[in-house]
């Protein structure tokens, strides 16, 4: 005898793969979004979309910047301002995750509410 057990994560899933690199968000949002919209899975990938393109353009951004006034300057530690950006990034990534495998809808720090009014159509 068969056990037809129907369960629901309620967007669990789909919170927590789109933590995983912008091709973890990309099938989280494509593959189990989209046709089964819930608020905790539209509020993760909200708050994954901003960490992703913030993570991008800080990292573009620093990047350049940094290269510059290091070949300029020759202060080979300004490198630890990037390390530092970057375990901060981490560091969101990490309490946004926790609370995506948690089920709750609690806003990144600093990026958090601002996901939520610029991508409210997702």
Not at 27 to 40: C, Q, S
Not at 69 to 78: S, V
């Amino acid at each position: 005898m068969e056990n037809n057990v129907i369960t629901t994560d309620n967007g669990k899933t789909a919170s927590i793969i789109s933590y995983f690199t912008i091709i973890g968000w990309l099938i989280a949002y494509f593959a189990m979004h989209k046709d089964n919209r819930t608020e905790l899975s539209s509020y993760q990938l909200r708050q994954t979309l901003l960490l992703n393109i913030t993570a991008l353009v800080l990292g573009w951004g620093l990047g350049f910047i940094l290269g510059l006034l290091i070949a300029t300057t020759g202060i080979f530690a300004l490198i630890y301002v990037s390390y530092v950006v970057q375990l901060g990034i981490f560091i969101i990534w990490i309490i946004g995750l926790i609370g995506a495998i948690n089920g709750q809808k609690k806003p990144m720090p600093i990026i958090g509410e601002k996901a939520q009014t610029m991508f409210a159509s997702i």
